[in-house]
């Protein structure tokens, strides 16, 4: 990973979750060339991470508070009380028709989605208001349209969103600016990983259940593999400026399928189906009997 070693002891310091995955490696690559000290935080830190000058790995898993509290201790012991940007960007993708999605796949959407960045900001805002830093949380087009067969995603997403605005104005007395980033599909593992799980919960799902399906599922996979998503350096990008500006904007969307579905998301509702249906083949598929 190059990039300019610039960041020193004095050099404002970051936390960020999720730092192993696509968006994560290059968003680090982003934040050291402009001199941050970034905490690397992840459940399993890479041990390559240790040999960049100015990263800090952290182990945190975002959904347990006992790791939550040791990553706060390990902070605050390598002198950083306060810090400029706490960025929520772990996350995970469940997808599939609801009616087939596990409930304990459902719990794990919104505990990493959801409950996770909620429990990182109750843990790290004393850091930022000692920083007087911002809050960077990374949602996505979804959390402004639900896609469907991305449902559980998509809520999950919105749930953010939610979060995201009520702390904009609960903050705003201590002047710390909440900015949400909105990346779209996006060229990294996790897709491949959703997929692999999406195939691994119905393979334990009765086939005729499954069947009921399996015209839209097939459809949804037709779509998903043709669909060119935006290279993690762009999401990047966007996160870097929500970071680094002087005065951020509360939002930053990244790719033109985000500024489809915040059009989409004006229309009525009738007729927002019949586009979504269209646009992703499922009129193609007859009415049950």
């Not at 934040?31 to 960049?52: F, I, K, S």
């Not at 990493?112 to 790290?124: D, E, I, K, R, S």
């Amino acid at each position: 990973m190059p990039h300019t070693p610039a960041a020193s002891a004095a050099s404002p310091a970051v936390l960020l979750t999720g730092a192993t995955g696509g968006i994560g490696r290059a968003l680090l690559r982003e934040l050291l060339d402009r001199g941050y000290r970034v905490h690397a935080a992840a459940r399993n830190p890479a041990a390559d991470l240790a040999d960049l000058p100015g990263v800090h790995p952290v182990a945190l898993d975002v959904t347990d508070a006992a790791s939550l509290a040791a990553a706060a201790e390990k902070i605050r012991a390598q002198g950083d009380t306060g810090l400029h940007a706490v960025i929520n960007n772990a996350g995970t993708i469940v997808q599939g028709p609801l009616e087939l999605v596990p409930e304990h796949e459902l719990h794990r959407q919104f505990e990493v989605n959801v409950y996770g960045p909620a429990l990182v900001t109750q843990q790290f805002l004393p850091f930022l208001r000692q920083g007087k830093g911002r809050l960077v949380n990374v949602t996505a087009g979804t959390a402004r349209l639900t896609v469907p067969f991305l449902g559980a995603i998509s809520a999950s997403k919105a749930a953010l969103q939610s979060f995201s605005d009520a702390l904009r104005v609960e903050l705003r007395p201590w002047g710390i600016p909440v900015v949400v980033v909105e990346p779209g599909a996006t060229e990294t593992a996790i897709f491949d990983k959703a997929a692999d799980a999406a195939d691994a919960a119905l393979a334990g799902i009765a086939p005729e259940r499954v069947a009921l399906y399996r015209a839209q599922l097939d459809l949804m996979d037709a779509v998903q593999a043709r669909t060119k998503g935006s290279p993690p350096a762009l999401v990047a990008k966007a996160i870097t400026k929500a970071v680094t500006a002087t005065r951020p904007k509360e939002r930053y969307t990244v790719g033109a399928d985000v500024r489809a579905l915040g059009v989409l998301s004006r229309l009525p509702l009738g007729t927002r189906d019949r586009l979504i249906t269209r646009a992703l083949g499922l009129h193609k598929v007859p009415a049950a009997g």
